[in-house]
């Protein structure tokens, strides 16, 4: 019986690999890839992936998937989404700011930045007033800056930071902004420009901007210097005590400053990076509500830095795939299926112990209406879901219409999805273990990933 589950779950993740291909032939596994969680609303949860999108409408008791092809955003996985108290999903894509107003069933781009050919890279938005936006954008020889709104989302305006004004040379790119939380009026945002890194700081809400040259002497060689600067986070209750990330000779470097940006040192160190001799790099941090521990992800792994600790701790867990994200006093990570039997867990001890929150083999089809593009272009695009009747769906979404029938669909991205109406596709069979069986051999992928499984019911997930 285990053999057979470990089967099922094999195939399930074989049918992952090969429906995301078309999209994201370069993303590997499927796996997570970020978590965030709706302002007000801990019941509600959106999860990045590298096949697209899983939303929970229950605390994480059901999951249902949302397909790259209905999100609008092409090949350019967003790195960075914001849920608001109100409903609306956000995703700044590095190419597009793309929006949801009814629970990830719709997606748009926005038209301000579309027209205007910039890419989206930051986004960001107090808890103290969600209708605030920022935006900065990072489009090379594009008249780059940071944008606001103050109705949502709905309009945006460009503040006094701009590629063309004198503190911001043509060609920067802005590459995040952040709010720190305990003063909105503080905000900070990194850039890459011609004449090097630069942190820009504002403590009247963009109206001034005090620009912070950031040379880093000690990451300088004859040949390189120090690139890649990102702002990730602010204290919760200090302004003036910031992270950012750097990179250097193909290492990431994590940079802690007390001093609001003038100075920065190094508090995760590349050594602690390397994986089998293979340099990993930052993908992810969070600290805790005291700021005295940093957790940094990798793509494989979790690191975990303490005050006055020496050196980080690699945790034992995850192992093959990894986030991090905190609310309160609990932490989510990402984690891998395929090794340790969950997705997404969360601890409130540090990562000594988790509780598995969301499991690959147990994605439902997507609780979408009729009509929309998640359910009208994902429900075909994988053969279990689009054979599944419409239960589990979202209660609070309006009763769907007819199931429409498998295959691909015409419409080849959100503008111009609408109802699908392809030839009917046989009924797949079901195997001993409740899997729907291929009506032929089992597909390469399939194999390549069954192997994990089969040696993987010896480990203990909290060890």
Not at 213 to 235: H, I, K, M, T
Not at 332 to 359: I, K, M, S
Not at 427 to 452: D, H, I, K, W, Y
């Amino acid at each position: 019986m285990k053999l057979l589950t470990s089967l099922c779950r094999g195939w399930v993740l074989a049918t992952l690999v090969l429906r995301a291909a078309p999209a994201f032939a370069h993303a590997g596994y499927p796996d997570t890839t970020s978590v965030t969680l709706r302002r007000d609303h801990p019941e509600d949860l959106f999860v990045g992936a590298t096949f697209g999108a899983v939303i929970s409408r229950d605390s994480g008791k059901t999951w249902h998937w949302v397909c790259a092809e209905a999100m609008a955003y092409g090949g350019w996985r967003p790195e960075t989404f914001l849920w608001q108290p109100e409903g609306t999903l956000l995703a700044a894509t590095g190419a597009d700011l793309t929006r949801s107003s009814d629970g990830g069933c719709t997606w748009q781009v926005h038209p301000y930045f579309k027209s205007r050919g910039l890419w989206p890279m930051g986004l960001a938005s107090p808890a103290s007033n969600p209708a605030r936006l920022w935006v900065s954008t990072g489009r090379s020889g594009s008249p780059n800056g940071l944008f606001r709104s103050d109705d949502g989302g709905e309009t945006f305006t460009p503040t006094s930071l701009q590629s063309n004004t004198p503190n911001a040379l043509d060609n920067s790119i802005f590459t995040a902004v952040k709010v720190a939380p305990s003063e909105p009026r503080r905000l900070y945002v990194s850039a890459s420009t011609p004449t090097g890194l630069h942190l820009y700081r504002s403590d009247d809400e963009g109206g001034t901007w005090e620009d912070i040259p950031q040379p880093f002497p000690d990451y300088q060689s004859e040949y390189s210097r120090a690139y890649d600067l990102f702002v990730l986070r602010v204290a919760d209750t200090d302004p003036d005590r910031l992270w950012a990330r750097i990179s250097w000779q193909g290492w990431t470097y994590v940079m802690e400053s007390r001093d609001g940006g003038h100075t920065f040192q190094s508090v995760l160190h590349p050594e602690n990076q390397t994986r089998d001799g293979i340099d990993e790099y930052l993908i992810g941090m969070e600290v805790s509500p005291d700021a005295k521990t940093l957790w940094a992800a990798t793509p494989t792994r979790l690191f975990r830095v303490r005050e006055g600790d020496p050196a980080a701790t690699l945790m034992p867990l995850p192992d093959g795939n990894a986030c991090v994200e905190r609310q309160g006093d609990v932490l989510y990570v990402c984690g891998a299926t395929r090794v340790h039997d969950w997705a997404l867990a969360t601890t409130t001890d540090e990562g000594q112990t988790y509780t598995p929150l969301f499991n690959l083999p147990d994605l439902k089809a997507p609780a979408c209406p009729a009509g929309t593009p998640v359910h009208d272009i994902c429900r075909s695009r994988w053969p279990q879901f689009a054979a599944q009747p419409d239960i589990g769906a979202d209660p609070t979404l309006p009763p769907e219409g007819p199931l429409p029938d498998g295959g691909t669909p015409d419409a080849g991205s959100s503008e111009d999805a609408g109802t699908l109406t392809e030839p009917p596709v046989p009924q797949p069979s079901t195997g001993p273990c409740g899997c729907s069986s291929p009506g032929g051999l089992l597909p390469v992928a399939g194999l390549f990933l069954l192997t994990p499984f089969s040696r993987r019911s010896r480990r203990n997930p909290e060890t």
